[in-house]
């Protein structure tokens, strides 16, 4: 047929498919459609079109469903042709899609009706609106209608997309939706000036917007809102009112979600008061304060009055935040005062400073200051001049040294003290005060005092190198003084030496007759009048004597040397000891009181030779005694091992050094004995010996002497073996029949402690059997083994906790008897069959032998396996005797049960013929069946009656019997059995007449 190129589209519509094929070339009648659900085979729609229309549009379809459809072309002539098409309506979208937060700052709910139609999945969308990053994709089956989304960001707008899959085609519905935004925290608000306030919070980024709102609390009037994009972290409010306490709110806003955040309040800083004075009210004793009001708000002013610039307040007054003056009555005349007055708004303040004002005075003839004094305070270079005050504006001051010209001041009312400096060290200097008011000066009042003198300068004290003088020396002070004081103390009793005077022009001095090794001290002053300088001091010892009678001995601690010397002829203020050595790199300083004479050392290098020095310390200076010399103690060694060496007749020794010494001995010992019987001396350093040329299997002793100089000392005494010879000329065999093994050996040369044998069974998992003798042991009985089995018996020589080399030898038990054996006959002639019993134990293989008691015919034999129970013999002999007996066979050992015989079943006898020789006798004659049997016997019957009228036993030869005294002319039936053993076997009855009297021998 020809193609029609069928092509099918929805047009984006999922209840409808649009048909579309290409005009055929010729005439077509007509078009035939028809549309059917796929794989149904029914018949849901059809329809027809004209010549020359090339689509069709189906209708009412399920959305997400398969169709097949059929187009036939039809053509003159009763012609058709077809075409058939799969297609597949798009599935139709969720409906009443949602996506809701619940309040939820990161999750979102989403839900959804299921639109008409078939569908295979959702596929769900969600994405950041701001970024349009995706944030989750998410596959859910055909029957969901809802799903989670967590971990979202608070604030933050998403958009959902839920697209229904059906094959290849899909059908999306979309909608939006916020998180609920997460409030900041830690709100603050406070002030940067006095027109603005800085705002800060933390979590900001949970909130697509930040409202702000600043408020007035007094006029409770907005002064400012803010909308701040997410991430804003701080903003700063200006052009604000100074003094002012605002109220911040903050709220979090998210899409429709708005979240009221904390509040914060605070209050700029108010401004300063301008143009402060105080000038004189109209009343004598009254000031008055002025200002002028600054911009903004305050709480109150708090004007404070104050005596002078910086006296304290005398005055405080609270007045109402929009007042400009005040007034302060009750006043002292004459006194000077300032005011300070202070915004306070809130917790803060701004404050200003009037200049100083005067309140009036009333002027009379002055009194001159009482209590006048000059004092020089200690000072060389200044003297204070004090006075009790005295009413006035202010006083006269006037100061007059001896050869200088006067120096005068003026000072003012309130003054009581005045001091003068850069004065003339250790010079006298007169004073004189008046008081002055208005125009009247009193009469002066007058006071002399000195200044300090200066002390004198670089003040030395020197012993040079002398143990019973010092020198002191000191340059001359450049100004005044009168002379020169001194006291020499005992530095450490205070205890006063010398005192000393001389004048202005010395400048040293030598003190005699001291202590050695003892701390002096000088103080020197200038003096001046009444006054002596500050005192100049200088400290010094006199030299120190050398110690004497410097030893140096053992402690016999461990580890201790034990320093002693004689009390010292001089002061000491210690003792330093210098103990070294010089094998070792380290030396010990220590240091003692003066009284002490002796010192132990501790913790020393064991047999190390020590030098001793002592120096006496007086101050700075040392002396030094002769050395002193001794040896500590060695340590004995740590850890003495003794192995056996690398032969029985050798031994190792080791030892760990524990320090010092010159060399080791080496001493060993028998130790049952304690003779020495080696001393081998070893250096230092060497840690092992090997000691060769010993007994096997002996025990010795062994003890390490270490030595350092004079000291000898003993290690701990070791214990140990030479390996011992392991025994020779071994054997194992097997005790009779008691399962037993004997071990032999013979005694190896040297010493031991004993023997230890192991039993190991061959092929066995159990543990071996461990056994123990005495030394002079040369046999061993193994008892209680499995019988018919091989044992490995070790063998080694013990000594201490050593063993020699092991000898080996396998021996087997005698295998136990096979039990219960019998042989029996199944009913054959040729076959007999044996059973026994399986013994306990092993064994390699049983040994069946078979003998015939009948004939000199070869005894059988038969080998069979360890497991066997059982055997049949065949092709026997019949009507023979037999013997069998079964052996057990271990190796070249071998146990045999008791003999067992049985008969085999005899032949019949073959060709029986019988005869009557006379008419009354009647033989019969018969030939044996191989080689016959035990014997025969003959039955005879009376044929008529069938009465057992004789029998014959005959012996294994007989081949005929002639049966007598018979009835003549009588019919007999002749049966001759072969007998063997209990067992018969009968020829057929054979009937034959005796004669009649008269009848010829046939």
């Not at 210098?578 to 290098?605: A, D, E, M």
Request: hydrophobic share 35%; charged share 10%; proline share 7%.
């Amino acid at each position: 047929g020809m193609l029609l190129n069928v092509s099918v589209s929805d047009q984006g519509r999922s209840d409808s498919l649009l048909l579309s094929w290409d005009e055929l070339e010729g005439d077509a009648e007509g078009y035939l459609l028809t549309l059917s659900p796929l794989g149904s085979g029914t018949l849901l729609q059809n329809g027809s079109v004209g010549p020359n229309v090339t689509t069709f549009w189906f209708h009412g379809l399920t959305p997400g469903t398969y169709y097949e459809i059929e187009v036939t072309a039809l053509l003159a002539c009763m012609d058709a042709t077809s075409q058939t098409v799969t297609a597949q309506t798009s599935p139709s979208p969720v409906r009443n899609l949602t996506l809701s937060s619940s309040g939820s700052t990161a999750s979102l709910h989403a839900s959804w009706a299921h639109g008409s139609g078939q569908r295979d999945s959702y596929h769900l969308a969600l994405y950041h609106s701001d970024s349009q990053m995706l944030v989750r994709n998410a596959s859910v089956p055909a029957n969901a209608s809802m799903f989670l989304f967590d971990g979202l960001v608070a604030g933050s707008e998403y958009a959902l997309k839920v697209s229904t899959l059906a094959g290849g085609r899909q059908a999306s519905s979309s909608t939006h939706q916020w998180t609920a935004p997460s409030v900041p925290t830690q709100l603050r608000l406070s002030p940067t000036s006095s027109s603005s306030l800085s705002a800060s919070w933390a979590g900001a980024g949970g909130a697509a917007w930040l409202h702000l709102v600043l408020r007035d609390l007094l006029t409770q009037m907005v002064t400012k809102t803010l909308s701040a994009r997410r991430g804003l972290s701080t903003y700063s409010f200006q052009h604000l009112q100074p003094g002012t306490q605002y109220g911040l709110g903050l709220s979090a806003v998210a899409g429709p979600y708005t979240v009221e955040g904390p509040n914060a309040t605070a209050w700029t800083y108010p401004l300063s008061p301008t143009n402060v004075t105080l000038s004189s009210a109209e009343e004598q004793s009254s000031l008055q304060a002025h200002w002028s009001t600054p911009a903004g708000q305050r709480d109150f002013y708090l004007v404070t009055l104050r005596e002078a610039e910086d006296g304290a307040p005398t005055r405080n007054i609270s007045v109402g935040g929009d007042s400009g003056h005040v007034t302060f009555h009750g006043l002292s005349p004459g006194k000077q005062y300032t005011v300070q007055v202070t915004a306070v708004a809130g917790p803060y303040r701004a404050s200003a400073r009037s200049t100083a004002a005067w309140t009036r005075r009333i002027f009379f003839p002055p009194l001159a200051p009482s209590g006048l004094s000059l004092c020089s305070q200690g000072s060389p270079y200044s003297l204070r001049a004090s006075w009790e005050e005295a009413a006035g504006e202010g006083y006269v001051l006037a100061l007059s040294p001896t050869e200088h010209p006067v120096m005068n001041s003026s000072l003012l009312r309130g003054a009581t003290n005045f001091t003068y400096e850069g004065l003339r060290p250790g010079t006298l200097y007169t004073f004189e005060v008046s008081t002055v008011a208005g125009p009247y000066t009193s009469a002066p009042r007058r006071v002399a005092n000195w200044t300090y003198p200066l002390p004198p300068e670089q003040l030395t004290l020197s012993n040079h190198g002398c143990s019973t003088s010092l020198q002191a020396s000191w340059r001359a002070a450049p100004t005044g003084s009168t002379g020169y004081t001194g006291t020499l103390w005992e530095s450490k009793s205070q205890q006063q030496v010398r005192n000393v005077s001389v004048g202005s022009n010395w400048t040293n001095v030598t003190f005699e007759d001291l202590v050695p090794g003892r701390q002096y001290t000088l103080e020197m002053a200038a003096m001046a009048g009444p006054y002596r300088s500050s005192v100049q001091s200088a400290t010094e010892w006199t030299y120190p004597l050398a110690p004497s009678g410097v030893t140096l001995t053992n402690s016999r601690r461990p580890l201790g040397l034990s320093a002693f010397w004689d009390r010292a002829a001089s002061d000491v203020d210690q003792f330093h000891l210098q103990l070294y050595s010089k094998s070792h790199p380290t030396q010990r300083n220590i240091s003692v009181g003066p009284n002490t004479h002796n010192f132990t050392f501790l913790g020393l290098s064991p047999g190390i030779q020590y030098f001793l020095k002592v120096t006496v310390l007086a101050g700075p200076y040392r002396s030094s005694s002769h050395f002193a010399t001794e040896w500590t103690y060695p340590l004995s060694l740590a850890n003495v091992s003794v192995q056996p060496g690398r032969g029985p007749e050798e031994l190792h020794v080791s030892w760990v050094e524990s320090g010092g010494g010159r060399d080791h001995l080496v001493q060993l010992s028998v130790a049952e004995s304690l003779s020495i019987i080696r001393n081998v001396s070893v250096p230092r350093g060497v840690t092992h010996l090997d000691l060769e040329g010993l007994v096997p299997g002996a025990r010795y002793r062994v003890e390490i002497i270490s030595q350092a100089g004079p000291h000898r000392i003993s290690s701990q005494t070791a214990i140990g073996y030479t390996v011992p010879l392991p025994p020779v000329s071994m054997s194992a065999s097997p005790v009779g029949a008691a399962w037993a093994l004997a071990v032999r050996w013979e005694t190896p040369p040297g010493q031991r402690d004993g023997y230890l044998l192991s039993v190991l069974e061959e092929g066995s998992s159990s543990p071996a059997r461990n056994l123990e003798t005495g030394k002079d042991s040369t046999n061993v009985t193994l008892a209680q083994l499995t019988p018919g089995t091989c044992y490995l018996v070790g063998i080694w020589a013990v000594a201490g906790a050593f063993r020699s080399l092991p000898r080996n030898i396998t021996g087997c038990t005698v295998p136990a008897a096979p039990m219960n054996l019998s042989l029996t006959n199944p009913g054959s002639p040729s076959e007999l069959h044996a059973w026994w019993n399986k013994p306990p134990g092993g064994r390699d293989h049983y040994r069946v032998v078979l003998h015939s008691l009948s004939t000199q015919s070869r005894e059988r034999v038969r080998t069979m396996g360890q497991d066997a129970q059982n055997i049949t013999w065949a092709h026997l002999e019949a009507g023979s005797r037999f013997a069998v007996q079964v052996i057990a066979v271990k190796g070249s050992l071998e146990a045999s049960s008791a003999n067992v015989t049985q008969w085999t079943y005899p032949l019949a006898p073959a060709n029986l013929t019988l005869g009557s020789p006379s008419a009354s006798a009647l033989r019969a004659s018969w030939a044996a069946m191989g080689r016959g049997a035990e014997g025969y016997v003959a039955q005879l019957y009376d044929t008529a009656s069938g009465r057992h009228v004789g029998h014959a036993v005959l012996g294994g030869g007989a081949r005929s019997h002639i049966f007598h005294n018979l009835h003549p002319g009588t019919h007999y039936s002749v049966a001759v059995r072969a007998a063997a053993g209990p067992y018969h076997a009968s020829s057929p009855n054979l009937t034959h007449c005796t004669r009649e009297y008269g009848a010829l021998l046939a």
